[in-house]
C-alpha cells in the first residue's frame, strides 16, 4: 500500500496536537524560562511567609498590652500554623484542579485582609482567631508552590523544590528585623495594617508576572515515574505514620528557639531587638542547610539526610542548656538554623523514595501537616511551660526529649532500609 504522507501527517497533528494544547511555546524544563519562574517563586514564598514570623516578634508586646500570659499569647502562633497546614491541604487541591494561580490569589487575599484585622485587634482572642487565617493566607507560599516549581524541572527537580521550600527561611531572615522596627517606631498594630497592604500589593505583581511566564501550561502527569528505590518493608499506612509520629516530635523540639527565642532574650535583658536578630541569623543559616540537604540527599538519600539533621538539631539544642550569654545565644542560634533546616524537606524526600509516584503528593501532604501540627504545639507548649516554672529551662530540656524520640523513629528506618537491601541485594536502592 502507498503510504499518503499528507493524510499520515495531518492525522498526526489531530491525534498529538490536544496533548500539550496550552503549553507555552518554546518552554523546556530546566530551561531559563524555568528559572525565572522559580526565582519569581522564591520571592513570592518570602514575601508571603511574614505572618510564620510577625507572630514571634509582637509576642512580648502584645503579651503587655492584653495583660495576658506567655501561653495565651503564644495560640497566635499555634493556630496559625494550624491554618498554614490545613490551608496547604486546600490550597493543594485548588492548584491541582485550577492551577497555582487561583491558589495564590486567594492566598493573598487572606493574608492582606487578615493582618489588618490583626492591627484593628480589641481584645486577645480577637488577634489569636485571626492568625489562623493569617496562616490560611501563607500556606499556598510552601507546599502549593513546591509542587508547582517540581513541573518546571526534570534534572534538578531536588534543588528548585528545597530552593522553594527555602521561602520561608529566606522570609525569616528578612522579616523580624523588619517588624521589630516597626513596631519600635509605630507599634504593632499599624506594623500589622502596614504588612497586610505592602504584602498583598507586592505578592499580586509577582503572581501575575509568573501567570505571565506560565500561560496556561498544565500540570505534568507523574503516572509513569520511577518506582520506589527503598524498600522498608513496610506498608504506605504504617511508614505514614511513623513519619508524621517522627515530624511532630522534631518539629516540636524546632519551635522552642524559633517561636521563643525573641521573647527569651527580652527576659534575659538583652531586649527584643537582639532576639529578632537572633532569629533571623538562626533563619538565614536555616536556608544553607535546607539547600545543602537537597545535595546531600541526592548522594546518600533521604533516611540518612534526615538522621544527620536531627542528630545535630538534637545537638544544638543541648547547648542552649547550659549557655545564655549574648554572644553564646548568637552563636548557638547560629549553628541550630545550620543544623535543624533541611530537616523537613527530608520527609518529602523519604515519601518518594519509598512511595509509589501516585501515592506521594497525598502522603506528604500528610506528613508536613504533622510537621506543622508538631510546630504548633511545641510553640503553645513552650509557654506553658514557662508560665509554670518561670524560665525556659524546662521548655529546652522538653524540645530534647521530644527530639531523642524522632531520632529513634529514624534509626528504626534506616536499619530496616540496610536490613531490606542486605535481603534484595544492593542494586535496589540504587
Known amino acids: ?46 514575601i508571603g511567609a511574614v505572618g510564620m514570623w510577625a507572630v514571634v516578634v509582637v509576642i ?151 501567570r505571565a511566564q506560565i500561560g496556561d501550561d498544565k500540570v505534568r502527569n507523574h503516572a509513569n515515574a520511577p518506582p520506589p528505590r527503598v524498600d522498608l518493608g513496610l506498608s504506605t499506612n504504617t511508614l505514614t505514620v511513623l513519619l508524621s509520629i517522627a515530624a511532630i516530635s522534631c518539629c516540636v523540639a524546632m519551635a522552642m528557639p524559633q517561636v521563643h527565642i525573641v521573647a527569651y532574650c527580652g527576659d534575659l535583658g538583652y531586649g527584643v531587638a537582639r532576639g529578632a536578630e537572633m532569629l533571623s541569623l538562626m533563619m538565614g543559616c536555616g536556608i544553607v542547610s535546607r539547600i545543602g540537604s537537597g545535595f546531600l540527599a541526592d548522594k546518600i538519600g533521604g533516611i540518612p539526610t534526615l538522621l544527620v539533621g536531627s542528630l545535630a538539631q538534637g545537638f544544638a539544642l543541648v547547648f542552649y542548656l547550659f549557655f545564655d550569654g549574648l554572644t553564646s545565644l548568637f552563636l548557638i542560634s547560629a549553628m541550630f538554623g545550620l543544623f535543624q533546616g533541611g530537616i523537613v524537606p527530608s520527609y518529602a524526600i523519604i515519601v518518594r523514595e519509598a512511595m509509589p509516584a501516585g501515592e506521594a503528593a497525598t502522603r506528604v501532604g500528610i506528613v508536613i501537616f504533622a510537621s506543622v501540627f508538631g510546630m504548633s504545639f511545641g510553640g503553645w507548649v513552650s509557654g506553658v511551660i514557662f508560665d509554670a516554672t518561670g524560665s525556659y529551662a524546662a521548655a529546652f530540656a522538653n524540645g530534647v526529649a521530644w527530639n531523642a524520640l524522632n531520632i529513634g523513629i529514624v534509626v528504626l528506618l534506616l536499619i530496616r532500609s540496610r536490613m531490606n537491601v542486605a535481603k534484595a541485594g544492593p542494586g535496589f536502592a540504587t
Not at 496536537?17 to 523546556?28: L, V
Not at 501561653?71 to 497566635?76: C, E, F, N, P
Not at 493574608?111 to 499556598?140: C, E, K, P, R
Open 60 to 210: 512580648p508586646v502584645v503579651q503587655a498590652e492584653f495583660a495576658a500570659t506567655r501561653g495565651a499569647v503564644s495560640l497566635a502562633f499555634t493556630l496559625m500554623m494550624f491554618g498554614f497546614g490545613l490551608g496547604g491541604v486546600i490550597a493543594g487541591r485548588i492548584t491541582d484542579r485550577f492551577g497555582i494561580v487561583p491558589a495564590m490569589a486567594i492566598s493573598i487575599a487572606f493574608l492582606g485582609v487578615a493582618n489588618v484585622l490583626a492591627g484593628l485587634s480589641t481584645m486577645l482572642w480577637q488577634f489569636v482567631a485571626v492568625y489562623f487565617l493569617i496562616g490560611l493566607g501563607t500556606s499556598a507560599t510552601f507546599a502549593p508552590l513546591m509542587a508547582e516549581a517540581s513541573h518546571w524541572f526534570e534534572r534538578y527537580r531536588g534543588l528548585a523544590v528545597t530552593i522553594v521550600a527555602g521561602g520561608n527561611y529566606v522570609a525569616g531572615a528578612m522579616w523580624p528585623p523588619i517588624v521589630n522596627w516597626g513596631v519600635q517606631t509605630v507599634g504593632w498594630r499599624m506594623t500589622h495594617i502596614g504588612i497586610g497592604i505592602v504584602c498583598a500589593s507586592t505578592m499580586a505583581m509577582l503572581v501575575l508576572i509568573l
Open 1 to 46: 500500500m502507498k503510504l499518503d504522507r499528507k493524510a499520515v501527517t495531518e492525522e498526526g497533528r489531530a491525534v498529538h496536537a490536544p496533548n500539550f494544547p496550552q503549553r507555552p511555546a518554546g518552554f523546556t524544563p530546566d530551561s531559563r524560562q524555568a528559572w525565572v519562574r522559580l526565582v519569581l517563586a522564591l520571592m513570592i514564598g518570602s
